[in-house]
């Protein structure tokens, strides 16, 4: 922290983005800074010697909802999704992910913005966004005004650690389609219920209309270097009737997304064992969808 040279407290996008022009990629953002400071103190991470502290952007830490699309300030903590009535009503997945997420003092502090960024291939705050089919806004200063790309988030994630934000651009908000008839699940697995890093994490969204499953989304965390969805997965259940998924086919589909990933071993687990997990997690998903 001791080469910080000019430190910044933004108060609006637009300043943000400017102050982010005018350092030409030499800056370091802090939101939530749960995952920064750590990263920091191991080693992994330094501070840039322009230091802009976006914590102050109150535009940023908004949830809405407009033309059926919900909007989720970057600087939104994770603890306002868990709390948030539209959220538990329109994308019910995201607030049971919340539930799930650290501790309570860490979802204070950490938002979505920074669980994205940080792109963990263990983040559990990208797990049902990815099965929401979420898009981020990336903003950046151009010709004198605030310029937003779209992206979607299937394709932000680029490797640990690496997006596709440009050194230029603040992840400034996450949407996706409002979905209330949508049905969606969130399972994680690790040693411990709270303050534990994922060994894997599963999140199911699916329309379930007269009992048949359409636009069926299976993301997938901690079993690749990023966040993923298993396609071909999707394309087995997709169009599927609640009578179809019997035992048999359960354990075909067990099959299949087990053959679709490639985790690693280290000192959390072993390759064999994360696909078994995810295996047996996506199990009691289709058996909850019976229900």
């Given at each position: 922290?001791?080469?910080?040279?000019?430190?910044?407290?933004?108060?609006?996008?637009?300043?943000?983005?400017?102050?982010?022009?005018?350092?030409?990629?030499?800056?370091?953002?802090?939101?939530?800074?749960?995952?920064?400071?750590?990263?920091?103190?191991?080693?992994?991470?330094?501070?840039?010697?322009?230091?802009i502290n976006i914590k102050?952007?109150?535009?940023?830490s908004d949830i809405t909802?407009?033309?059926?699309?919900?909007?989720?300030?970057?600087?939104?903590?994770?603890?306002?999704?868990?709390?948030?009535?539209?959220?538990?009503?329109?994308?019910?997945?995201?607030?049971?992910?919340?539930?799930?997420?650290?501790?309570?003092?860490?979802?204070?502090?950490?938002?979505?913005?920074?669980?994205?960024?940080?792109?963990?291939?263990?983040?559990?705050?990208?797990?049902?966004?990815?099965?929401?089919?979420?898009?981020?806004?990336?903003?950046?200063?151009?010709?004198?005004?605030?310029?937003?790309?779209?992206?979607?988030?299937?394709?932000?994630?680029?490797?640990?650690?690496?997006?596709?934000?440009?050194?230029?651009?603040?992840?400034?908000?996450?949407?996706?389609?409002?979905?209330?008839?949508?049905?969606?699940?969130?399972?994680?697995?690790?040693?411990?219920?709270?303050?534990?890093?994922?060994?894997?994490?599963?999140?199911?969204?699916?329309?379930?209309?007269?009992?048949?499953?359409?636009?069926?989304?299976?993301?997938?965390?901690?079993?690749?270097?990023?966040?993923?969805?298993?396609?071909?997965?999707?394309?087995?259940?997709?169009?599927?009737?609640?009578?179809?998924?019997?035992?048999?086919?359960?354990?075909?589909?067990?099959?299949?997304?087990?053959?679709?990933?490639?985790?690693i071993s280290d000192v959390?687990?072993?390759?064999?064992?994360?696909?078994?997990?995810?295996?047996?997690?996506?199990?009691?998903?289709?058996?909850?969808?019976?229900?």
């Amino acid at each position: 922290m001791e080469n910080i040279e000019q430190y910044y407290t933004p108060s609006t996008l637009a300043e943000a983005v400017q102050l982010l022009a005018n350092c030409e990629g030499n800056a370091t953002l802090l939101a939530g800074g749960t995952d920064l400071m750590n990263q920091v103190n191991a080693g992994a991470k330094t501070i840039a010697t322009n230091f802009i502290n976006i914590k102050r952007i109150k535009e940023l830490s908004d949830i809405t909802i407009t033309d059926n699309k919900i909007r989720i300030g970057a600087l939104t903590s994770i603890t306002a999704i868990q709390q948030s009535e539209l959220i538990k009503e329109q994308a019910s997945i995201l607030s049971d992910t919340a539930d799930a997420f650290a501790s309570g003092q860490i979802r204070n502090s950490a938002t979505i913005g920074g669980n994205l960024c940080n792109a963990s291939p263990a983040g559990d705050g990208c797990i049902p966004l990815l099965a929401l089919d979420a898009v981020v806004g990336l903003s950046s200063f151009e010709n004198g005004e605030v310029k937003t790309r779209l992206l979607a988030l299937k394709d932000f994630f680029v490797g640990p650690g690496s997006t596709q934000c440009h050194t230029n651009e603040i992840l400034s908000f996450v949407e996706f389609d409002a979905k209330p008839e949508g049905i969606g699940f969130f399972e994680k697995f690790g040693t411990r219920p709270a303050l534990d890093i994922s060994i894997v994490s599963i999140g199911f969204h699916a329309s379930k209309n007269n009992k048949t499953l359409s636009n069926v989304r299976i993301a997938l965390g901690a079993v690749g270097p990023t966040p993923l969805r298993a396609y071909e997965t999707e394309k087995v259940i997709e169009n599927k009737t609640l009578n179809d998924l019997t035992p048999e086919f359960i354990t075909s589909v067990e099959e299949i997304i087990a053959q679709e990933i490639s985790p690693i071993s280290d000192v959390r687990g072993s390759d064999w064992y994360r696909k078994e997990m995810v295996s047996k997690l996506l199990k009691r998903i289709l058996n909850y969808v019976v229900r």
